[in-house]
C-alpha cells in the first residue's frame, strides 16, 4: 500500500462523499493528505479517522471557495511552500449543483455562485499552486468532470456548462504544461454514485442503487500514479 509514498496532495472538498473517499484513499497508500473544504467539523472528523488508521499525518486547510479571493490561494500556496516545499497532487472535487432548471429561468445570482466555486475556484487554486508543483517528481492535477459536461441536457444549466468549462481547462493546461514539466492533467468523470448531490439531483431515486465513492478510487489512484495526460475518463468504465 505504498503506491503514494512521500506525495503531498491537496483534496477539495474533502470533508464529504467522493473527496472524504478519495482523500482517506491516498492517505491509505502512503500520501500526506491536505483536507480543504469549508466544514471544519467534517474535515477534523476525517483528520482523526486517517490518524486512527496509522496513515501519515493529514493537515487541514478550511476555506470558503464561494468567496475565496486570489489572495487567499495565493496565502494556501505560501502556507503549503513552508510547511511541505512541494505538491505533487491535487483533486478538484469540491463542486455544487446549483439548480435543474431551464436556462431562461436560471437565477443570475445562482448562476454566479456555481461559476464562482465550480470554475473559478479550481483555477485560482491550480494557478496559485503550479510553480509547487513543478518542484514535484510526478505531479498529477485532476478534474472532477461530468457526464453533462461532455454531453449537454436540457435542465442542467450552470452545473453543466461549468463542467463544459472544466474539460476545457483541463484539455488546454495538459497541452501547455506536457512539453516543459512533469505535471500531468487529466479529467474524470465520477458517475452515478451515493452522495448528497447525487441525492440532490435525483430526489426521486433510491440511493442504494449506485455505489459509494470507495468503489470507484481505483481510478482515482491511477490518476494519481500512472503518466497519462490530457484524458477524459469514467471512473464507472
Known amino acids: ?27 491509505e497508500h502512503g500520501a500526506t493528505v491536505i483536507l480543504l473544504g ?6 477534523e472528523s476525517l483528520y482523526d479517522e486517517i490518524e486512527q488508521a496509522g496513515y501519515p499525518q493529514a493537515a487541514i486547510y478550511p476555506i470558503d471557495l ?29 463542486a455544487i449543483l446549483g439548480t435543474l432548471t431551464p436556462l431562461e429561468l436560471y437565477d443570475i445570482n445562482q448562476w454566479y455562485k456555481v461559476m464562482q466555486i465550480n470554475v473559478n ?6 494557478k496559485a ?14 478534474f472532477t468532470s461530468s457526464e453533462v459536461g461532455r454531453q449537454g441536457k436540457a435542465y ?24 516543459n514539466t512533469k505535471i500531468r492533467v487529466n479529467s ?24 459509494p465513492p470507495e468503489k470507484i478510487m481505483s ?3 491511477y490518476l494519481m500514479t500512472s503518466d497519462i495526460n490530457g484524458k477524459a475518463l469514467n471512473a464507472q468504465d
Open 156 to 179: 442542467w444549466g450552470a452545473y453543466s456548462v461549468s463542467k463544459f468549462a472544466i474539460e476545457g481547462m483541463m484539455q488546454i493546461l495538459a497541452d501547455e504544461l506536457e512539453s
Open 219 to 221: 481510478q482515482y489512484l
Open 188 to 211: 474524470i468523470n465520477p458517475g452515478d454514485v451515493r452522495t448528497a448531490m447525487w441525492a440532490a439531483a435525483y430526489p426521486a431515486k433510491d440511493s442504494n442503487t449506485v455505489p
Open 129 to 142: 499552486c503550479l510553480n509547487l508543483m513543478k518542484r514535484s517528481s510526478d505531479a498529477s492535477i485532476i
Open 38 to 43: 469549508r466544514t471544519i467539523k467534517k474535515l
Open 66 to 94: 464561494e468567496g475565496a479571493t486570489p489572495h487567499d490561494y495565493e496565502q494556501l500556496a505560501n502556507s503549503l511552500d513552508k510547511e511541505f516545499g512541494k505538491l505533487d497532487g491535487l483533486l478538484h472535487n469540491a
Open 121 to 126: 475556484a479550481p483555477f485560482l487554486l491550480t
Open 1 to 27: 500500500m505504498s503506491k503514494l509514498t512521500d506525495r503531498i496532495i491537496l483534496v477539495t472538498g474533502a470533508g464529504d462523499g467522493i473527496g472524504r473517499a478519495a482523500a482517506k484513499t491516498f492517505a
